[in-house]
């Protein structure tokens, strides 16, 4: 199996990510690390640590991280995600107790181990990029175990905390623009799996029930809910599985559409802040001509996504694997 870290903002939908991350046979999890973005970094570790509980991944290591973005305030997202930020669905307090090592500890440990061992690691970041920006300024070593980033955020097209920017990218653009420029620096492979395909894999109300169904407070239960809650906050009948895609698109990349395309986040603009500009001219490849001086990073940008096979793989894993 591929050995992956997701650090994540739990979160509705990473919450979604978490539960096909941790059951997934093709998938080694070795550790998710928790930073502040939909709720605060404690809440985020809590809910993380239910997630896990409700599919009994005791086995797996969660630390808590930078609770606010390197220079913006923290302005979490639980108009979208519920209160408590995981849907407020009452669902009982984890006896999971988490690392007592922060989580950028944790990462450097995880990879540094991974190549001691001759492994690389895919880390999934489905949350504001601040502990591995973090990680990668610090502890640049641990390139030599990191197979690649595939992170969820930013977009090609429109945002969705601002009608330019995507919430990850926007609640710390400076973390995502060290992230991806490190990233580079240190050979680091990257792909975004953004707005422009994030929206697409949907479950429907009546699969939701179906998992809820299952009871017993197991994680195909906790997955049923958390659709429902979002189909219900929305006022839909379907509903995005969100973060999940880009566990997805580690499973499975050839469910993807990509291009390989030059990025730069923009840090300045006052209503663009925070948006991922992406280089989608005919002549993109040749910016020998570029006004801006400094190149931009290229990232393998998901521009489509197969999403009936996506939402194959997390119903099928979550109801085969997840049901207890
Ligand atoms: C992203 O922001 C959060 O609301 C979701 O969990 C997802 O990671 C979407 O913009
Ligand atoms: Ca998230």
Redesign the pocket.
């Known amino acids: 199996p591929t050995p992956i870290v997701l650090d994540v903002?739990t979160?509705v939908?990473?919450a979604c990510a978490l539960l096909l991350a941790a059951t997934h046979p093709a998938l080694d999890l070795r550790a998710v690390t928790c930073v502040g973005g939909?709720a605060p970094v404690k809440d985020v570790v809590r809910n993380t640590l239910t997630v896990l509980e409700a599919v009994g991944r005791a086995d797996v290591a969660v630390a808590g991280g930078a609770a606010r973005p390197l220079l913006e305030h923290p302005q979490d997202?639980r108009h979208?995600?519920g209160d408590d930020g995981m849907g407020d669905l009452g669902w009982p307090t984890p006896a999971l107790l988490p690392d007592g090592r922060h989580a950028v500890e944790l990462l450097r440990d995880v990879c540094l181990a991974a190549a001691a061992a001759g492994e690389r690691v895919t880390i999934v970041p489905?949350?504001p990029m601040t502990n591995i920006a973090l990680l990668l300024r610090t502890y640049p070593a641990v390139a030599d175990g990191i197979a690649d980033i595939v992170f969820?955020g930013g977009a090609a097209q429109v945002g969705?905390a601002t009608a330019s920017a995507?919430?990850?990218v926007f609640h710390d653009p400076e973390a995502a623009a060290i992230a991806l420029d490190a990233g580079a620096d240190l050979s680091i492979p990257v792909t975004m799996y953004g707005?422009d395909v994030?929206y697409d894999p949907v479950v429907t109300r009546e699969q939701a029930a179906e998992l809820v169904a299952v009871g017993g407070r197991t994680g195909a239960e906790l997955a049923g809910r958390l659709i429902e809650f979002q189909c219900d906050r929305f006022g839909r009948d379907a509903s995005t599985i969100?973060?999940a895609g880009a566990v997805c698109a580690v499973i499975d990349p050839d469910g993807l559409t990509t291009e390989v395309l030059p990025i730069r986040v923009e840090l300045a603009g006052q209503f663009s802040r925070g948006r991922t500009i992406v280089d989608r001219r005919d002549w993109s490849g040749d910016l020998s001509h570029d006004p801006h001086g400094e190149p931009p990073v290229r990232v393998r940008v998901a521009l489509g996504v197969d999403h009936e096979r996506y939402v194959g793989i997390w119903l099928e894993t979550i109801r085969t694997r997840a049901g207890g």
């Open positions: 903002d979160g939908d990473d939909n997202a979208v995600h489905t949350a969820m969705n995507e919430f990850n707005l994030f969100g973060d």
